[in-house]
């Protein structure tokens, strides 16, 4: 499994540059570098100059904005999620159908899969322990909502309600996490979402209200 030194995490002793500072080009660029060195390679053999090499920036550049390697990956990648993020935040409110509300969660989830392969693989290789240090899986409001959503579905009898919250989320974001990393490891040729309609049925069958 991947994973950071404690050496990678430095002190500063100056202030980094905002990134509001650095042109949206360069910052791209950037981002598709750590997306595909940190996809490809173990963490600890990763280097700044390799990262710098591959986005085409100095290395001075880097050091400028991110002081560090470690601070570069989770910065980057909250970046990367916080996108994914609104998406999700757009789809959760706004629709009166809790089925409706996730069905559109879980379309823009599997595309995120579809269009970032490399996104996922990096991800994936995060240890348990690490991961929070990726801000937003600590975004309140997300959360807040996605909670929100599946408690409605409780309330309207749609969704099961006899575990709790928690447990509902996990298993609508198992789902997601399961299927996207196999998807992207055997590396298929069909985008995920090809196949939506069927999946979504055995998502919602598994959180959905049981017969009586």
Known sequence: ?????QSDSLTQTR?????????????DKIEQAVRKVFAGFDANEVTMAQI???ANVSLQTLYKYFGD????FYTIMDIVLGRLAARIMDHLQGIDSVQDR????LWVCFDFVDSHPDAVMVLSSVSASRIRNIAIYENKELIGAFLAVLEDGQNRGVLNDTVPLHILFDVFMGFISRLGLMHTIRQTETPLNAEFDALFVILWRAISKPEA
Do not use: C, G, H, I
Request: aromatic share 4%.
């Open 1 to 5: 499994m991947k994973t950071f030194s």
């Open 15 to 27: 202030s980094l540059a905002p990134l509001s500072d650095m042109r949206p080009a360069t910052l």
């Open 52 to 54: 710098a090499k591959s």
């Open 69 to 72: 390697k470690q601070t570069l």
């Open 102 to 105: 996730l069905r559109k969660t």
